[in-house]
């Protein structure tokens, strides 16, 4: 151990790697509990619209990291972890599955395309090229609407925002003489978890966003205690964590094998062509904002713990290969995109220097596995908060665009709106870089559009011009 990480030469112990460790996998847990929160009840209505059980969702994201937080560790010997990524978790279940009509196990072919195109990429120099040919506005503006699609989940699933007829959104109405408490209440515990998640993060409490959820579960069952008529949601299905390992091989387990690509039924009702055409866009999506994620924290993460050699990310091409291979295995165990998490950064701010933070993370997640029926004690307006914090996180990139110049801002603009305005991440990259093709053909700096982005914007214009 001492020799393969070389605790030693990098300023670290075991004890050290295993605090740190500790540290980023409290600040990632929430992870858990939402995943499994989002997939089984994406409509807040508590209607699994996917049909897929609570336990093979839980126990597959716990995998899914484990693999993940291995691959980093032991390739890459980075103190970064992985799991499955917030923001393509939500593109994966709200866009793919339910817009476009996919299903589960269709969608999760995608994520298998794309996490061997990611690879593919990474080892011929690929990505550098994809990286370096989309402007910065919207590489910037990608994550702010990201953020800003996945807080209007976390509003709706906590009832906080409904639908209306004439606006298509409205806020809910908290009347206490008019409204049932059953829609008054989960408004309200997901408020107060959100700022509980908030004011711990302020005062640097570790794993602020799991502990602020933990506060919403308690105050959830004390005013189930205290108030007559209010009437939890939450369903416990089992408390046996075998259970959920069942349930983990009959509904999600290699399924992207059995039917992931038998899209049949997908074709009949919309054509052949809108089906490549879909395919092909939605995978681009994928590993867009697959690269930025990864790129984005592996930097900001090593940047954080003073990592970084000659400005650049260590062994950044073993990362690479490390995440594509997690994201190709989590599709195998019925999970979205595995990506690197920013929330690494509170375990290298405790001493984390080496990978073996990351194989001891994996250690925490593969425990956590077998935990599933606590998990299904917390209720979903309590996981929602997590839900607009994340979103609160996600928007602080656009701080580095350059809000003077027009050609810079309103591609970001249309990136970051089109995303919840059409709960589609596709749309919203599309809009973005059709935007800066086109004001710098019409300003006569067309030259400065390289190839990739041309191709990008063809295949996305074809797309918005044929398949809706």
Known sequence: MERFFELKKNGTSVRQEFIAALVTFCSMIYILIVNANMYTNPLGTEENVLGIPFGAIYVGTALSAVIGCLLMGLIAKLPVALASGMGLNAFFIYTVCISLGFSYENALSIILIEGLI?????????IKKIYASIPDSVRYAIPAGIGLFITLLGLQNSRIIISSQTTGLALNSFNIFHTPLEQIIPAFITFYSLIIIAVLVKKNIKGGIFFGILSGVILYYLLIWIIPGFNHDVKIETFNPMESLKEFFNFSFCKVFSFGFDFSDYIEKNGIFNFILTMITTTISFCLVNIFDNIGSLQAACE???????????????????????????????????????????????????????VFVAGFFFIAAFLSPLAQLVPGCATAAALIYIGVLMMSSIKNLDWHRIDSTLPAFLTICMMPYTSN????????????????VCSGKFREVKPTAWIIVVLFLIMLLLSH
Do not use: D, R
């Open 118 to 126: 990611f690879l593919v990429l990474t080892i011929t120099g690929g």
């Open 304 to 358: 954080h713990g003073k990592l970084l050699q000659n400005n650049e990310i260590p062994n950044i091409s073993k990362a690479m290969i490390a995440s594509s291979c997690a994201t190709v295995a989590g599709s195998t165990m019925g999970i979205s995109t595995v990506t690197t998490y920013i929330e690494s950064v509170t375990g290298i701010a405790e001493g984390g220097k080496t990978g073996l933070t990351a």
């Open 425 to 440: 991440i596709s749309n919203g990259i599309a809009f973005g870089l059709l935007a800066y093709v086109m004001l710098k």
